[in-house]
Structures are given as C-alpha cells and as structure tokens.
C-alpha cells in the first residue's frame, strides 16, 4: 500500500555507512544569568560547545543506523490496525520526515553502554509512538495546520480522529514497555508521560500571560519537552543493567539537551522561516504563547514595549505587522541573543553529564547530538 511505501521510502534514509564519528574542538561557554535547572552539575571530562564545522545529527544517524531499521520495523508493524484510519493518519505523522531523535538517543546510549542485545529497539519504538502521540495532541491544542512542512492530521482528519489515533500510539507504547519485562522501564517511561501532560497542562494554564515567569516556564519546557529526552536516555542505562550513576548521568544529558532543544525552538520561531522550521512562523507568537524570548522582552521593556506585548498576547496583535515589530523588540532587547545563550548552557550542561563515559564513536556522536541542536538556530 502506498503508506507502507512511503514509511519504508523514510526509513532508507538510514541506510548509511557505520563511520566513526569525531569531536570538534570548541571555544568556551559564556552564561550570563539565569539559574542551572534540576540536573545536577557534572565536573568530568569537559568538551564546550561552539561549532568549529557544521553540526550534524549524521555521526548519531551512522552510529545506530542497523538498531534503527530494527526499530523502524517495529514501528511499521506496530502502527498497524484493522481499522485503516489508524495507520493512515499514523503514517502520515510517522513518515512526515522527522528525524527521530528521541529514538536514536535510546540506541546510541546503549551503545556509549556497549549493550549488545536487542530490548532497546522495542523501547525505542515506544519512545517513538509516545513523542507522536503527543505532537498528535499538541496539534489539536495549538490548532495548527503545518507540521514538518505538511498538513497537519487535525486539518486532514479532524481533531477527533487525531486525538484517538493519539491515543492509540499510547496504547501501543505502553504494550510494548509491558513486553520488555522491565518495572523500571515501564516506571521510568510512564512517568514520563504523566509529566509530559502535566506541562502540556501548565503551558496552557499559562498561555497569555505575559507576566509567566522565568522560572515557571523552566518548569513547563522542563516537563513537556524534557522529560521524553531524558526518560529515552535513561531506559538504556536500564536496560544495560549498569548502576544508578549511570542511570543518572544519562537522565542529566537527555533532561539538559530537552531543556536546549526546547529554548532554540522558541528562538527559531521569531528568527527562522517555514521552510527551515516546518511549521509556520510565529505560530507561538499568535497562538498567545509566552515563551522565554518573550518573558525577557516584557521584562525589559518599556511601558509603551510592555503594552505591546500584553495586546499580542491577549490576541490583539497578530497581523505579520505586528509579529515583525515583536520580532524587532526581541532582537533589540536581547531577548532572543539570551535565549540561545541559556540554550548553550544547558547544551554544555549535558555535555558535561557525559563526562564519566569513554571516548569513544557514541560520545563523540551524542555530543555532536548537542551541538547540532544549538546550531539550528544559526
């Protein structure tokens, strides 16, 4: 049929050659305010974060590129229904061109662990269908039309269907935690999931309030973007039967990288275009949402500034006008050159969680992991 076509035509982009991959040698971080959140320090091994070439996810697609057929193979097969809208609309967020992050730090820490079985593709999948299920979700939410450059499922199928078929993915994921076997597994994961909904709750609950502090909204993307990334790194040390510090350096990694992959995605959306980002510009801009480039704009600003922002926020300014003149305001303020500054240091945060692990092809591949999502806003 042409959806599994068109999942296996996205899988074979993993088909690639297993290459080591290498450090680049980076200049030293610079964080001016803000406070380090909930992962502890780490004080090993120190690589920093800045780009001497361009970073890319290739060393991580190359490192698990064999576990990630496997775990693609499990996704088609699972995604699977008697009833034809669930694979439908399933496939068409599935094979929609993402790139399969979370999934691919389960399997490229359980190589930085040198596990050699075959529990963590099954994992990987349920990772998957959890991050899917969710964007699912988050597109009834927001009511958004574009994600990864193509129709959202809620404008195709509408948001019923999305919801279920949501829901449906959870239900999967969950199926596939039980048959690993693992109570820590299923604990680790499942909170994680109760967390995601819980920001995704705080977030809305917060949505036009301009006044929304620093710190709650550390809170938020800490719970809806983190917890999966730092769940998806922890289940390998898991898995791999290492210790609890293990578990826990690789809890801080995934939690950190989450924490800066969120903030360059609130940066990217006043500072990118379509294109690059896969959903339209602004999106968070007029859907009301109080993300960190805003929180310090309005704190910065002047009564006139702050007047602005509270009208756009309410709703009231979402002509492209009016996104351009935010746009302006951010950038003047320095809002948007501190929101990427905090996202390189929460990068340099996991970075640093990594420190007691080997050198090595997977470290040197999660570490370029970080520095790809810092660089995507350059």
């Known amino acids: 049929m042409d959806l599994d076509r068109n999942v296996h035509d996205h899988i074979r982009l993993f088909h690639l050659p297993n290459d080591a991959a290498g450090v680049s040698i980076l200049p030293p971080l610079a964080f001016a305010g803000g406070r380090a959140h909930i992962a502890p320090a780490m004080?090993?091994?120190?690589?920093t974060i800045g780009a001497a070439r361009t970073a890319s996810l290739d060393p991580m697609i190359q490192l698990v590129a064999a576990d990630l057929n496997h775990v693609n193979a499990?996704?088609?097969a699972r995604m699977q229904s008697e009833v034809a809208l669930i694979p439908e609309l399933a496939g068409h967020l599935i094979a929609g061109g993402g790139k399969r992050m979370r999934p691919m730090l389960t399997l490229a820490c359980a190589r930085l662990l040198d596990y050699s079985g075959m529990r963590q593709h099954r994992l990987a999948a349920a990772v998957e269908f959890i991050h899917t299920a969710t964007l699912l979700h988050d597109d009834v939410v927001d009511g958004s039309g574009l994600r990864r450059g193509r129709r959202t499922a809620n404008i195709i199928w509408g948001n019923p269907a999305s919801v279920l078929v949501g829901d449906f993915l959870f239900a999967r994921a969950f199926e596939l935690m039980v048959e690993d076997g693992s109570l820590k597994v299923l604990r680790i994961l499942s909170r994680a999931s109760s967390i995601i909904a819980e920001g995704e709750v705080n977030q809305l609950t917060a949505q036009r309030r301009v006044e929304t502090s620093e710190d709650r909204y550390?809170?938020?993307?800490?719970?809806k973007t983190a917890a999966l990334f730092a769940a998806a790194c922890r289940i390998a040390a898991v898995v791999a039967e290492r210790e609890e510090a293990a578990e826990t350096h690789l809890d801080a990694y995934g939690r950190n990288l989450g924490i800066a992959f969120q903030l360059i995605d609130d940066a990217i959306d006043y500072a990118s275009d379509a294109a690059t980002m896969g959903k339209g510009v602004g999106d968070d801009f007029r859907d009301g949402k109080v993300t960190l480039p805003v929180i310090l704009a309005y704190a910065r600003g002047t009564e006139e500034e702050r007047g602005f922002w509270r009208q756009a926020m309410a709703?009231?300014?979402a002509e492209d006008a009016d996104l351009a003149h935010a746009t302006s305001?951010?950038?003047?303020?320095?809002?948007?050159d501190d929101t990427l500054e905090r996202a390189r240091h929460y990068g340099q945060r996991a970075i640093d969680a990594l420190g007691p692990f080997p050198a090595g092809g997977a470290k040197a591949a999660l570490i370029e992991a970080v520095e790809f999502a810092i660089a995507r806003a350059y």
């Open 74 to 76: 499990v996704i088609l």
């Open 43 to 47: 004080t090993a091994s120190l690589h």
């Open 329 to 336: 305001l951010l950038r003047s303020s320095g809002a948007l």
């Open 218 to 223: 550390l809170d938020i993307i800490s719970a």
């Open 315 to 317: 709703g009231g300014r």
